[in-house]
């Protein structure tokens, strides 16, 4: 399985070693827990870092594609009713979630949807699991995009 990160230039030396998520928290992770997350496609990479930037940014980042044997994902497990609509500080459900998957050291890469597009997902790699070794990790390139999207304000998720 390929899939897809994007960062700032300025961390691409430590896009992967879960750091960043363990000091800021994300919507599947607790603070103090080491992972990277990733999406199964760049144009949803895309779609998820923009929610948290703005779109004038996006020539700035870098990408990077990564890949690992698809016996090494597991889903996360059932979601709330309402998973799509927990936002922060409201997260706690689903980073219970990651938490258990993470401490049980179960699986080194938990599946998780996303909420921007359901039918899409996340990859959640655990930088702290035994078997993190065997995920390969592509070189950085610049991240291309169409101009149209940069000039395009896009509504927050709720």
């Known amino acids: 399985m390929i899939v897809w990160r ?16 363990a000091t800021f928290p994300g919507g599947w992770n607790k603070h103090g827990q080491y992972v990277v997350y990733t999406s199964d496609a760049p144009s949803l990479a895309v779609l998820e870092m923009l929610v948290n930037t703005t779109p004038h940014m996006l020539p700035l980042f870098k990408l990077f594609t990564c890949g690992f044997g698809d016996a090494l994902i597991t889903d996360i497990g059932p979601l709330p009713e309402n998973w799509r609509h927990l936002v922060d500080p409201s997260w706690l459900p689903l ?8 401490v049980s050291q179960r699986s080194v890469v938990p599946r998780v949807p996303s909420a921007i597009i359901p039918d899409q997902s996340n990859y959640i790699l655990n930088a702290r699991h035994p078997d993190f070794a ?3 990790i592509g070189a950085a390139r610049d991240l291309q ?12 998720v709720s």
């Open 145 to 156: 995009t169409d101009p149209r999207l940069r000039s395009t304000a896009l509504p927050a």
């Open 6 to 21: 994007i960062c700032k230039p300025r961390h691409v030396a430590v896009a992967f070693d879960g750091a960043a998520a």
């Open 134 to 136: 065997t995920i390969s």
């Open 95 to 102: 980073q219970e979630l990651g938490f258990a998957c993470y």
